[in-house]
């Protein structure tokens, strides 16, 4: 982000695009937004991204906060234009931004949810990061990787299982 905010850097923005378009994409259809119209909101988030770049203070949040704020911010303007009511997980008091410690405490359990994926044997962290992170069906990861869909089931419950056991001391 810094690349792109200082020399305006269009690899950097590309993997930046290429990082976040699809977490985006099915944070937006999560509060059930369409496929199409979550896809529009990404080119319009990851544009607003480029052109306001300079206005990203790594010292105010990290990049993944400002970005998904944008989202977020695009997401209930495009609810609001077509006169829809807004779903209870977007219908926040705009003011009320996160303080300081609810960033720590993001990032900290972020850091921890890294740790432990790094953990997993790497067939099943790789059906987890593309179920979850990736937005893939079970099927769609069959057909992208080759294996059987009872597989791909398997990797992904043992992966959950392995998962809690390393987080459950976050509880």
């Keep these: ?12 923005f ?14 937006i259809m999560r509060s059930g937004t369409g496929s199409g119209q979550a896809e529009e909101i990404v080119q319009d988030v990851m ?11 790594p010292a105010r949040a990290q990049v993944s906060a400002w970005v998904y704020q944008i989202a977020r911010n695009r997401q209930i ?17 705009p003011e009320s931004e996160p303080d300081a410690s609810q960033i720590v405490a993001l ?6 949810l890294k740790s432990a994926l790094t953990k997993l ?6 059906v987890i990061e593309k179920a979850y992170l990736g937005e893939l069906t079970h ?11 009872g597989t ?20």
């Design 1 to 12: 982000m810094l690349a792109v905010r200082d020399q305006r850097d269009k690899a950097a």
């Design 14 to 27: 590309a993997s930046l695009f290429d990082h976040f378009a699809p977490r985006l994409k099915g944070f």
């Design 47 to 57: 544009l607003t991204v480029w052109r306001k770049a300079s206005q990203f203070d």
């Design 77 to 93: 303007d495009m609810i609001r234009k077509e006169g829809r009511p807004l779903p209870d997980e977007l219908n926040e008091n």
């Design 107 to 112: 990032e900290q359990e972020a850091g921890h």
């Design 121 to 126: 044997a790497r067939d099943q962290r790789e």
């Design 139 to 149: 099927q769609e990861i069959s057909s992208q990787t080759g294996l059987p869909l």
């Design 152 to 171: 791909i089931k398997s990797r992904i419950r043992l992966g959950l299982q392995r998962l809690r056991h390393e987080l459950k001391d976050m509880r």
